[in-house]
């Protein structure tokens, strides 16, 4: 890959992940205004660890905090740590049956067209807008119980839908159930680290399968993602201690026009 295509991947991979703004409704502009072709399976793989390790760095007092939580599980201890274990596992399992059902029904292969993406950040957008303004700030992480967890969790099924945003969805779900902005993105990317670890290996299989060789391009551009993950974590989360999600609403409302424009153009093809 020339280096311009490694570096403009790993900057819309590493930000658009972490941001509540549709990664797939970035991604799917790319080949538009620029014509490069696949980067292929072993990138994506080296970009997933670079944007799961950033989570793995930026929050590493919690992930130690859990990995002590689910030594003492084993041990037969619950603690607090180990009950924050249990609800991140208990969320994960819808993404977990709902991606199985997608892959063995073949049905998210028919919802991956642009025009389903637009509509999706557009219509998403608006909920994480009515959620963040008529949600109650009243629970922290420590308040989390396995309802939410449960409902939070289905919302990161949603993710699944292109166009749909992973931390969007679970923040969006958080904020509506009371969490605050910061404890609601906070449980949403340490509930992101075993769907992150699952697509990955996933993914990884299918290179391999592929019999795809690793290659310097897809080690470089997995290790620029980590830098700019870790710098759209890092901003969100200063982010959503001082201001409304209302920026990332207004961005996701015009990303969902200009494609729908492109699309009318005939640029892209619905």
């Known amino acids: 890959m020339p280096i311009e295509q490694i570096v403009v991947l790993a ?11 549709s990664s797939s409704g970035h991604l799917i502009l790319v080949p538009v205004f620029t014509g490069w072709a696949d980067q292929g399976l072993l990138t994506d793989v080296m970009v997933h660890m670079g944007s799961l390790i950033a989570i793995l760095v930026y929050f590493w007092r919690d992930v130690l905090m859990l ?4 030594i003492e599980l084993f041990k037969g201890r619950v603690t607090d740590a180990g009950r924050l274990v249990l609800l991140i596992a208990i969320g994960t399992v819808p993404a977990i049956a709902f ?19 637009a509509w999706n950040a557009i219509v998403f957008g608006l909920l994480m807008l009515a959620a963040d303004w008529l949600g109650p700030s009243k629970w922290r992480m420590e308040d989390m119980r396995i ?9 990161q099924a949603l993710a699944l839908i292109p166009g749909t945003s992973r931390s969007g969805i679970t923040i969006t779900a958080a904020r509506a159930l009371g969490f605050t902005r ?3 993105a906070r449980f949403s990317f340490l509930l992101g680290i075993p769907a992150m670890v699952g697509a990955g290996v996933l993914v990884l299989g ?27 974590i890092a901003f969100l989360m200063a ?28 640029l892209i093809f619905a």
Do not use: C, H, M
């Open 239 to 266: 982010a959503v201690k001082r201001f409304s999600l209302l920026p990332f609403v207004v961005y996701r409302i015009v990303l969902g026009v200009v494609i729908l424009l492109l699309i009318n153009a005939g």
């Open 67 to 70: 990995a002590r939580g689910g």
């Open 11 to 21: 900057i819309i991979q590493g930000i658009t992940e972490f941001l509540p703004i």
């Open 147 to 155: 309802s939410p967890a449960l409902i939070i969790g289905v919302a």
């Open 99 to 117: 991606g199985l059902i997608l892959r063995k029904t073949g049905f998210l292969d028919t919802i991956r067209g642009p025009q389903i993406i």
């Open 206 to 232: 299918e290179a391999i399968e592929a019999g795809e060789p690793i290659t310097g391009d897809a080690v470089l551009t997995g290790a620029l993602t980590f830098f700019f993950a870790l710098a759209a």
């Open 182 to 184: 910061p404890e609601a």
